[in-house]
Each structure stands twice: as C-alpha cells, then as structure tokens.
C-alpha cells in the first residue's frame, strides 16, 4: 500500500486531507479511485490507514480506517553528522540513510572539504535533499520522516553534544573504542550524533578537537571505508544491535546469570 | 601507500613484476619515480611493501622491503548472491561490498529479474564490473580480491548449497529467524552464501523452493531495503557482529560464567 508523509498538522483521527505534490502523485501517478486505500504518517511515528473519499487536482481527502502502530523505527535515534561531499555522494547517504533508519542528517564543512555551497545552491540542494528523503521514507516503510539540518561548520558542530545522549566521530586511524562499545552503552530513546569526514576525512587536529569537545573517536572496523558508505555500515550496525539481538546475546548472558 | 593487486603467479618473496593496466597507473597516474615504495598483494591474502627499481610503459619491477601480516579480511566468507539489479546499481553493489568486506559476488537471474543479459553484453559487464571491484579492493586495503562469478539462474543456485558451510535468502515476510540469529551460528572460516532478490524481491514460491534446497529464510530488519541496500547491511552486520565484538557479549557471557 502506497505511503504519504503529510504535515502533522493535516493529521487527524477522522478525516485527512492531503495537498500539495502528493495529490499529482494519487490522482496522476497512482491513478486512485475513490474507496482505494492509502497509508499516511504523520511524519512523527504516527499512521493511519485511510479510505479515499475526495479526489480532485487540487486535494485529496480520506477517511481513516484503522490507526497503525508500526514497529519500524530503530529504538534509539541517530544523527548522521555527514562531512558534505562531492558529487550525487549526498543524494545516495540521504536515500540509503532514510532507508537503514537515520533520524536526521547535519551535514558540516570541514578542514577537507571540497565542495562549496553558496547559499542559493545550499536553499536548491536542500529542497532536493529533503525530496529524496520523503520518497526513501515512503517507499521503507518508516513511521518517522527524517530531518535534514541546515548545513554548519564544523566548529558550530563542536557545539552540538548538549543535544544528544551520546556523540562520536568516525576516526579510521582510531584503534581505540569501536563502534561496537560505544552501541553497547545506549538504550532505548538515547540520541547519538555521529560525524562522518568527507572524503580526505578528518585531520588529526579536528579529531583532537571534536575528542576535548565530547565526541568519542571510533572506528568503524579494520577496512577503509568511503565517506558515502560510513553511514551505511553506522546504521546497518545499530540495526543489528538494537533490532536483531532481542533473541540474541544479552538474553545469553542473563541465561548464564539464571 | 597506493596498493595494487597482481596475479598470483607475478607475486614472489623478492622481487616482483608489475604488468598490464597497473603500469599505466604507476607511471602515468601516479607519477612514481625508482625508490618510491607502493604496496602489492595477490589478491589471496598476500601483501608486501614493495620498493620500485624499475620502471618503463611496458612494466615495473620492485624489490619486496616486507611481507606485511594485514587484518582486513572478515573472518567468515560471504559470498553476495545477487538478483541482478536495473541500471548502475550492480556496480554500487559490487564497490561497496567489496569496501565492506564481500568474498565474492555470485549475480543470479530469478522470476522477477528485469534486466536481460546476452552473452556479448554479460562479457562487457563482467570485465566492466571485476575493474569496479579490484579499484575498490585497492582502495579499500583488502588483502582478498573479492571473486566476481558468471550471472547463473535462480534454479542453478539452488545447486550450489554443498559448496558452502551456511546457506541463507532475505526475505522480507520473514519474520522466523533474523540475520543475528544466523551469524551466531558461524565461527570463523565458515562461508556464507546470501541471496538477495532484484528490486521486486522473491516470490512465495522462489523462497519455498529456496527454503527446500537448504537456504535459510532470514530478515533483514523491520524497514524495507531497496535491493542494492540489503548486502550492505548484511556485510556491515557480519563485520559488527565478528570484527567489532571481539570484546563484547561473548566475554560478557563468559563474564557471568564464573
């Protein structure tokens, strides 16, 4: 069943009514009829099943069948602080990433930075950014639309660790913690942001920096991986821990402790 | 160090020779000059840093400065089998599964496959896709050149069990045993084959007949990947569940023991 993301705001328990871009993609694209049925989320973890009752260019309106409750989302919320990189890199981590079950994306410029934002390319490539995250969370599933933050640099992102429970940055030349120990210390609903470097990665001085301000340098295993697939292996990692083991090895261990 | 990856045969203790595609990147790309040192591997594990003595357009000679003892293998053998995918994204699927740790890549048409192959288009695609992953070998430090295997069908696959410790198929509608669940039952130098369905997934059927022929059903997590997503996140989890843990919920199990 096709899913939309509408403003919270269009959300209600009865009757939905949904504008903009989606109402070309149901009556144009999806060619749906009156009495068809839809999925729409909230954005926020709320979902409905609905009945169409209204089409027409301008609106769609539906009346809600069934409220959903979804298991889709990763227990513990995680931010990719992504070094901005070259080319179509971004367009795939932001897919990929709203796929694996980010929770928002912050994008910085850093020491090794190659690419450069004016602020009227940044306003065009966030819109598309934002675009490609709505369909990637419609098309996974997800109850929760992901956020994209405006772009900062990279000492405005030393500021961030208030925010969240847990902050890291991705340190290839790190031996020290692995991303495995630093997963293993969250529980759920705790919020990590974790910095990924952009293609040359971080200089040694930045990694420095971001250690004295709260982030914990980790690695994220023994082979070099790319900028556009450190995010990948963050999130497909979190999703084993946190959404797989249930069956797995913290009930070994209270096994032994019986 | 730039490392490259040379047959077997051309790989000895002293002094190795470099031909073909590689010398045209050792002079011409990188520029190197006699007495440079780059890193040469056999693509079976074997790696050595090499000094160059010589070096013309036709070949270059080195002398071994040492073997070099690298853990960037994962320790257990996955082996992609991959529905074949629309457009580029086989050749995404191939650079980051390499990137992450894949043994070797075994593309498979199944009843839901889209793209057609003839025997002159497969050629060019084969040579096309073993350069995608031997550059993402190199970059990536691998001491393995990740196999690339000839395009076979889905009922060819279902022959290929005996040749392999562990047998499994994602499947979306699972909701039996998870990927954790498997990768607990593997120790090292067991090997994995891992199908993965084109962008349509697999029928009911397909996975019966799968599930018959000795493939475990597994799931991949609550979202819905895209087919060029699901290797990923079954590489990212293998190299979590058997690189990272090392000091983790097995120690903490045995922790409990005494």
């Known amino acids: ?28 694209v999806m060619r749906a009829k ?5 999925l729409v989320s909230d954005g ?4 409905s099943r609905v009945r169409l009752t209204q089409l027409s260019s301008k ?26 990189p070259k080319g179509e890199k971004m367009e795939w981590i932001l897919q990929k990433g709203t796929e694996l079950g980010a ?8 020491e090794r930075t190659i690419v450069k934002l004016d602020a009227k390319k940044e306003a065009k490539k966030l819109e598309r950014w934002r675009k490609i995250i709505k369909e990637a969370a419609e098309q996974s599933h997800r109850a929760v639309l992901p956020q994209l933050l405006a772009p900062v640099s990279f000492r405005e992102m030393l500021k961030q660790p208030a925010q969240y429970t847990h902050c890291a940055i991705a340190y290839e030349k790190e031996d020290g913690a692995t991303l495995h120990q630093l997963l293993e210390t969250m529980k759920a609903d705790d919020s990590l942001l974790i910095l990924v470097g952009p293609e040359g990665g971080f200089s040694a001085e930045e990694v420095a920096l971001a250690q004295a301000g709260g982030f914990l340098p980790v690695s994220l295993g023994p082979r070099i991986l790319r900028t556009e697939t450190a995010s990948q292996y963050i ?3 979190a999703s084993y821990q946190f959404e797989q083991k249930r069956s797995g090895c913290s009930d070994a261990a209270e096994r032994k402790e019986e």
Chains 1, 2 share one sequence.
């Open 44 to 47: 926020a973890g709320r979902t």
């Open 235 to 237: 999130l497909s990692a």
């Open 103 to 110: 929770y928002s994306f912050f994008p910085f410029t850093s």
């Open 59 to 84: 609106e769609v309106k539906g009346q809600v069948v069934e409220a959903l409750s979804e298991q889709t989302e990763l227990p513990v919320r995680i931010t990719i602080g992504q070094g901005l």
């Open 1 to 28: 069943m096709q899913r939309y993301f509408v403003d919270p705001d269009l959300f209600a328990d009865d009757e939905i009514t949904i504008t903009g871009e989606d109402v070309h993609h149901i009556v144009n």
């Open 34 to 38: 009156e009495g068809e049925q839809i």
